[in-house]
């Protein structure tokens, strides 16, 4: 596809149970970023990706997040326990380089709803 | 903490006003950029600005830049309903250039038909 996809596009779970979401970047786009939203909020940067490997973690909330990234595409943000605090809409972007250089392009994202 | 912080954080114009957002950063930076963000979903870029630069236009956009404020602003003019969104700022943590984008809590312009 043209632009970075995301799924699912809503997510409902009940607490505690573990979820995964998917981000899709753009083709050849090396910088992949996980953001968080909440109702009415900026961005919460989580964690970013250059390649495979994950230079910045500093972001996630607790261990009960994370993320991986397979052959410099698709990555899964994995949430464990949910809790109800966690809800949010998770945005994923991708640029062809970290830094502030280059334009990040932003998926849909993904509304997830803990009940 | 911040690095930027978007102000006025609600802004209510009619249409075909100008609408100007400010946003204010801590540390110097390599460039600045301007996103916008329609009902809560993906941010959509609209300008970048680099540090030496000091004023910037797209189409009904004009982005300026003091660093020796540490501020940049984003000017609307002619403000259209479509324009209703929120706005964003992003700069980077530190002068290497190789952070991620931090962005601001941004500003809800709200453009009146």
């Known amino acids: 596809g043209a632009g970075v996809s995301q799924s699912p596009s809503n997510k409902v779970t009940e607490k505690g149970k573990d979820v995964e979401l998917r981000c899709d970047p753009i083709s050849g786009h090396t910088a992949l970023y996980w953001y968080r939203q909440s109702l009415g909020q900026g961005l919460e940067f989580l964690i970013y990706?250059?390649?495979?490997?994950?230079?910045?973690k500093s972001g996630l909330p607790s261990d009960r997040f994370s993320a991986e990234r397979t052959g410099g595409s698709v990555s899964t943000l994995t949430i464990q326990r949910t809790q109800q605090e966690d809800s949010a809409v998770y945005l994923c972007?991708?640029?062809?380089?970290?830094?502030?250089?280059?334009?990040?392009?932003f998926g849909p994202g993904t509304r997830l709803t803990v009940t | 903490s911040q690095q930027g912080e978007e102000d006025p954080q609600a802004l209510s114009i009619q249409e075909g006003e100008n609408a100007t957002m400010n946003c204010s950063y801590k540390t110097s930076i390599n460039n600045l950029q301007w996103y916008r963000q329609n009902s809560g979903r993906g941010l959509v870029h609209l300008i970048l600005i680099r540090s030496n630069e000091r004023e910037k236009h797209s189409g009904r956009l004009r982005v300026t830049l003091d660093t020796s404020k540490k501020s940049s602003s984003l000017l609307i003019t002619a403000s259209r309903a479509a324009d209703t969104a929120s706005y964003f700022c992003a700069t980077d943590l530190s002068f290497s250039g190789n952070t991620p984008l931090v962005f601001g809590k941004g500003t809800r312009l709200s453009v009146i038909a």
């Open positions: 972007a991708s640029s062809l380089q970290p830094g502030v250089s280059y334009e990040q392009y």
């Open positions: 990706f250059q390649g495979n490997s994950a230079p910045d």
